[in-house]
């Protein structure tokens, strides 16, 4: 495919998609770079890709930031890290009580997914000990999907976690392999890979990402679109750079919400039956487009993020319901793809450990 795509071929693109060709490093690159003018071409492609694996559903997650600041890391985007001086809430590790009061939020915000997030390289085993248990008690309470964010794990602490009922675990690559050094010097990208398979191999689904906007070129996006291919990941959330005082990239804006929406039906593109989340910066770069990304995703995160503000979650709900979608709480698999069910219908910036 040349590197400049004419709009009827992103109906091409789709087709093979759902036949479930992987997506060339050079069609990822032309989708990046595609003219404006085509950009609705490209999403009534992509939409239909998403509407064959998810239909008009949409899956809510809720953010618990568990542990807040206080990071040795220095990842370059992250307002909790060593190097940030955002002037943002620190704290250690929240008590049971406090945790179950969030996945209680969780549950009457109608989302999915209990996300339990909490800074650090990565936690100890005792820490391991603390999640594992309120997770089981979450469990028996109120029957939430459960994600945790925990940073880099040993074997031995995902075999816990999947123990205690965990079904997720978040560990986001960001970026590619080639730019990783410049957003972070105290962990690897090897580091990261080796987390997710750790996971892996515990029995656990995988949730990994990345964050546009980082200073990084259409090929990093693209390299690391491609090495998500290679993972068997469930779950993508997509972040865009919120540029947060006090980080090292606070000077670094380079979104606009077209670019935004491309990213995402790339996403889509490449992964067509996985879940595709719009993550942090939403609000801020796709702005009054932000209803349009669903096209392409079908998920976001409702309420707050890890340490900013996101839209409320009662204007999440109406944007969802004038897309005439609906909200879906639990899913099924099904030989053809994704079924939700109990859909209902009413009125995190960027971090990621
Ligand atoms: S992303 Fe995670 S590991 Fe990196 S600085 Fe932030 S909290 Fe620490």
């Known amino acids: 495919m040349p590197a400049s795509v004419c709009p009827a071929s992103w109906d091409e693109v789709a087709d093979a998609a759902l036949a479930g060709l992987p997506l060339s490093r050079e069609t990822c690159l032309s989708i990046l770079r595609s003219p404006d003018d085509a950009l609705l071409e490209l999403l009534a492609a992509t939409f239909r890709v998403r509407r064959t694996y998810f239909g008009r559903q949409v899956q809510l997650y809720y953010l618990q930031n568990a542990k807040s600041g206080l990071c040795p890391e220095d990842c370059g985007y ?3 890290s060593k190097l940030s001086t955002a002037p943002i809430q620190k704290y250690n590790w929240m008590n049971a009580e406090k945790l179950l009061e969030g996945a209680r939020r969780a549950k009457a915000s109608q989302a999915r997914t209990y996300c339990i997030v909490a800074s650090g390289r990565g936690p100890s085993d005792r820490e391991v000990e603390h999640v594992a248990g309120v997770v089981e008690r979450i469990k028996d309470e109120l029957g939430l999907h459960i994600c945790c964010c925990l940073g880099l794990l040993e074997p031995q602490q995902a075999q816990r976690l999947a123990d205690a009922g965990v079904d997720r675990i978040n560990h986001n690559l960001n970026t590619s392999r080639r730019y990783y050094d410049d957003i972070c010097s105290t962990h690897t990208y090897q580091d990261r890979l080796d987390t997710l398979r750790v996971a892996s191999e515990a029995g656990m689904e995988l949730c990994c990402g990345l964050i546009a906007g980082m200073g990084e070129t259409d090929e990093d996006v693209a390299d690391v679109v491609m090495e998500l291919q290679h993972l068997n990941v469930e779950s993508i959330p997509v972040n865009f750079l919120h540029a ?3 980080t090292p990239l606070e000077t670094v804006h380079v979104l606009n919400p077209r670019y935004c929406l491309k990213v995402l039906c790339l996403l889509r593109l ?3 039956s996985k879940e595709i989340r719009i993550a942090g910066g939403r609000e ?3 702005r009054s ?5 669903l096209y392409a995703a079908n998920s976001l995160f409702v309420s707050d993020y890890l340490t900013t503000k996101g839209q409320t979650a009662s204007e999440d709900f109406r944007m969802i319901e004038d897309l005439g979608f609906e909200i ?5 698999e099904s030989t053809a793809g994704v079924v939700m069910t109990n859909t209902s219908c009413s009125h995190p910036e960027t971090e990621a450990t």
């Not at 487009?289 to 990304?293: D, E």
């Not at 879906?328 to 099924?332: A, P, R």
């Open 78 to 80: 992250c307002s909790q």
């Open 244 to 246: 947060i005082d006090g």
């Open 270 to 272: 490449a992964h067509p």
């Open 284 to 286: 801020v770069h796709l």
């Open 289 to 293: 487009m932000q209803a349009m990304g």
């Open 328 to 332: 879906v709480t639990t899913v099924q």
